[in-house]
């Protein structure tokens, strides 16, 4: 399973080639040496595709101009402010340098890695635990775990966006016992199709909530309980 990425959405471009396409393409060979390998699942995001309106659990393709091994090519020998003026060109209609390097490291493993026996998870927004090993455990303050707490310390009290949209949040649980699924489905349904599955873990289209929602919930359970110390 390689779940390792760097997740900072304002990573310098060259940075985010490195760690995200670059690790996916250590990783790609150290599997290539492990012998009766079985199974080989890449977590990627929910998020790669965002520039475009539905998202299915398919690959799209990217242009040539996202060559994984010439982009990091690249970062071998140019200079970083260089890179810095391509990054607007790259992303085009995408946020950010983690959304971008997490679509380029797919683009590589569906151009140099299909004859591993592949699976691409794509988890959306990851928070607390629903049950295992705890409800609302947590090891870390990233995403909106990090936004949570500062608002029940009542360090956070504006954050700009827009209330309306979804905030598509999947509990660690889930997303840990349906990559544990996927890596064993994968072992079993790699010699019967024609190209590695990708599985969506997701909420927003099943069970949609607005932040405006997730905000009011907040300000009830810490007006109840009290904000923490």
Not at 52 to 64: N, P, Q, R, T
Not at 120 to 138: D, K, V, Y
Not at 189 to 207: D, F, N, R
Request: hydrophobic fraction near 40%; glycine fraction near 6%; charged fraction near 20%.
């Amino acid at each position: 399973i390689h779940s390792a990425a760097t997740i900072r959405f304002d990573d310098h471009i060259k940075v985010s080639l490195q760690l995200n396409v670059g690790g996916t393409v250590k990783m790609v060979e150290l599997a290539r040496k492990v012998k009766n390998l079985i199974s080989f699942v890449h977590v990627s995001t929910a998020y790669a595709n965002c520039n475009l309106s539905d998202i299915e659990e398919v690959f799209y393709e990217m242009g040539k101009e996202y060559d994984p091994l010439k982009l990091l090519e690249l970062c071998e020998w140019m200079d970083e402010d260089v890179m810095d003026s391509m990054t607007a060109t790259l992303l085009r209609d995408r946020p950010n340098t983690y959304c971008l390097t997490k679509a380029i490291s797919e683009a590589y493993l569906f151009q140099y890695a299909q004859d591993l026996p592949l699976g691409i998870f794509r988890p959306s927004i990851i928070g607390a635990s629903w049950q295992e090993p705890a409800p609302g455990w947590i090891d870390n303050y990233n995403g909106p775990s990090g936004l949570f707490i500062a608002v029940g310390k009542g360090v956070l009290r504006i954050l700009e966006g827009d209330v309306h949209k979804v905030a598509d949040i999947i509990p660690i649980d889930y997303c840990v016992n349906m990559l544990i699924c996927i890596t064993w489905y994968t072992s079993i349904i790699t010699k019967q199709v024609q190209q590695p599955l990708i599985y969506h873990c997701t909420s927003g289209s099943k069970k949609p909530y607005t932040w405006f929602q997730l905000g009011t919930l907040l300000l009830e359970f810490f007006q109840s309980k009290g904000t923490l110390q």
